[in-house]
């Protein structure tokens, strides 16, 4: 595998590096698979030169090209690093010949005298190319025709496989002599294909477009990689981690990667095909710093390297301006909140602290970080924290900060009773009392027991319309909460005081049948008797010495008027609670004779 340098000072493939969620274009990185090589490679005219990339007037790289071969490209690059005494980078195509060593074709100059200094190159040179001149010899094409070239050496073209329809791109130095010169017969080179006719054909195994060209060797990739990380305020925070992540494209590419800080491997991340590696990694120092990844492929020849460099600061520890919404009342569970304020970092923490809190009374879950201005969390204040301002303080891996004013606890509210008493299936007008009742308060019950038209009187008092469904369960001492705030935000307080009857059933009265002006002791029997029950008869029929003996049993005396009716399926009514607040339920099984 030949590694090919290529220069890190423009953005020509998409290298980026992530600064709060914008873009900001820091680098150049050009990539190299390898393909099928012509029957003449490697050149050992070019061995340890590298290779061309080429460019088209907008600075965009090209790998192919279709309905002009007059002017395919207008500007190549080399991988490499020019010789210090160079001056000159001339562009060549060479006519490939079997049997005739590389060094010796014919070659056509189809740049000449085009300067690799970036000061030199033609007025209209994009500035991304221009860029790269510096390090890498940049040449200017607008001569290089392969129309031309084709019919200058129509008579010479070798039709052999492997060499039909190739040109050999060259771009030589201009190689005067002395310590470390190039030299007039070392180049970098990269071999295309061409087709002058109006249908797609293959050349040496690569597809090139009808009336077209297309790189053959090395194969110029789609292969680039971008490099993306973390960092506030356009810096990187010392000891706060980053994640440095490479993206390579097409995905089906295997190989590595290889992530650098100023030069030194840090890792090398291997996973065939994946298209992302990744890489965690902590400042350790500040100042300016040069982090760059270079992937290589499993197979093929090449690499492309992307670079970007940063700043490294000692972070600014955090600052709180606002939390929404406050107060928060004891009681309350989970309430999404939103801080704002300056410097928040990836793994913040949030608590409160003062002399009304105890470790416990306040605490902060689910924190995130939205961007360096906003966290969100959950918060949760325990029943018996103290009410009264909070001091809320953020820290992260560049310090804390607090804020005394932007929270405060308030008391949750209580509830001391409900009344009248509830029924099952009954649905009817309930006031309930208590303390710190707040405007908009919520109002729950037990299962299958709701609440409608809640309207908070007063702080002590609250009317709301009850409604208890038929599978809601009997009993007493069952809870009524009340909750400040939405969901709950201000604090809620929940109290057993709610007793829920099911109306009692009458099935018979012993003995059931009675004369007029009778007085006798009877035992009614049903289901649901209340101790304090009463019961009640047909006209001219009452019960007294009534006694509840259990749920399914009642004793009373009952006294029948002389004036009375005879009549069957009399009814028979028990009423439980005050009035009929507990239920009342009905038999019709006295008969009077």
């Known amino acids: 595998m030949r590694t090919l340098r290529w220069a890190r000072s423009a953005a020509l493939t998409g290298i980026a590096l992530v600064v709060l969620g914008v873009p900001l274009v820091v680098g150049v990185g050009v990539s190299f698979a390898g393909g099928s ?101 940049v040449a200017a094409t607008s001569a290089a025709n392969i129309t031309s070239w084709l019919a200058a050496n129509a008579s010479g073209l070798d039709t052999n496989p492997g060499y039909a329809m190739t040109i050999q791109v060259r771009l030589q130095d201009s190689g005067g002599g002395g310590a470390g010169n190039l030299g007039s017969l070392t180049y970098w080179r990269t071999d295309i294909g061409y087709n002058t006719s109006s249908s797609p054909t293959t050349v040496d195994g690569t597809t090139v477009p009808a009336n077209g060209w297309a790189v053959l060797y090395p194969i110029l990739a789609d292969n680039y990689t971008t490099l993306t990380t973390s960092a506030t305020g356009g810096n990187l925070i010392l000891n706060s981690p980053i994640t440095l ?79 929404s919404p406050t107060p928060l009342g004891q009681g309350a569970s989970s309430i999404p909140i939103s801080i704002t304020g300056t410097g928040f ?44 301002p909070a001091t809320v303080t953020v820290a992260d891996s560049a310090g804390s900060g607090s804020c005394t004013t932007c929270l405060s606890i308030v008391a949750a509210p209580s509830v001391k009773s409900i009344w009248p008493p509830s029924l099952i299936g009954a649905s009817k007008s309930v006031t309930i009392t208590g303390a710190s009742f707040a405007s908009g308060a919520i109002l729950t019950g037990p299962n299958r027991v709701t609440f409608s038209k809640v309207k908070v009187v007063s702080s002590t008092k609250i009317t709301a319309v009850e409604k208890v469904a038929s599978g809601a369960k009997a009993g007493k001492h069952q809870p009524i909460t009340v909750a400040n705030g939405v969901l709950g935000g201000d604090g809620r307080g929940s109290s057993n005081v709610l007793t829920i009857f099911a109306a009692p059933t009458v099935k018979s009265i012993v003995p059931s049948s009675l004369k007029p002006g009778a007085s006798k002791a009877v035992t009614i029997t049903g289901t649901g008797f209340e101790s304090g029950a009463t019961v009640t008869g047909p006209t001219r029929v009452k019960f007294s010495r009534v006694k509840v003996v259990s749920s399914t049993k009642i004793t009373a005396t009952v006294k029948v008027a002389s004036n009375a009716k005879a009549a069957k399926h009399l009814s028979v009514t028990v009423i439980n609670g005050i009035g009929d607040g507990g239920g009342r339920g009905t038999g019709k099984v006295l008969t009077i004779t």
């Open 245 to 323: 992540t490479a993206s390579v494209a097409p995905t089906t590419v295997s190989g590595s990667v290889q992530f650098f800080d100023n030069g030194t491997l840090l890792n090398t991340s291997t996973t065939p095909g994946s298209g992302t590696y990744t890489y965690t990694y902590t400042p350790t120092a500040t100042g300016t710093q040069d982090y760059s990844a270079t992937f290589l492929p499993t197979s093929g020849s090449g690499s492309s390297a992307t670079g970007v460099t940063v700043q490294v600061i000692t972070g600014q520890p955090p600052t709180i301006t606002e939390i």
């Open 345 to 388: 970092l990836a793994g913040a923490t949030v608590s409160v602290a003062g002399s009304n809190f105890s470790s416990s009374g306040v605490s902060f879950s689910s924190v995130s970080v939205v961007d360096s201005t906003t966290l969100t969390a959950k918060a949760t204040v325990s029943s018996y924290t103290k009410v009264g």
């Open 37 to 137: 090589a012509p029957p003449f490679e490697p050149d050992p005219g070019a061995t340890g030169y590298g290779s061309l990339a080429f460019y088209d007037s907008a600075g965009n790289q090209v790998t192919s090209g279709t309905g002009d071969l007059s002017s395919p490209f207008a500007y190549v690059v080399a991988s490499t690093a020019a010789d210090t005494n160079a001056k000159i980078a001339t562009v060549y195509f060479a006519n490939p010949q079997k049997g005739v060593a590389t060094g010796l074709w014919v070659t056509t100059n189809e740049a000449a005298s085009q300067f690799s200094p970036a000061s030199d190159l033609p007025s209209g040179t994009p500035a991304d190319v221009k860029a790269l001149a510096p390090t890498d010899p």
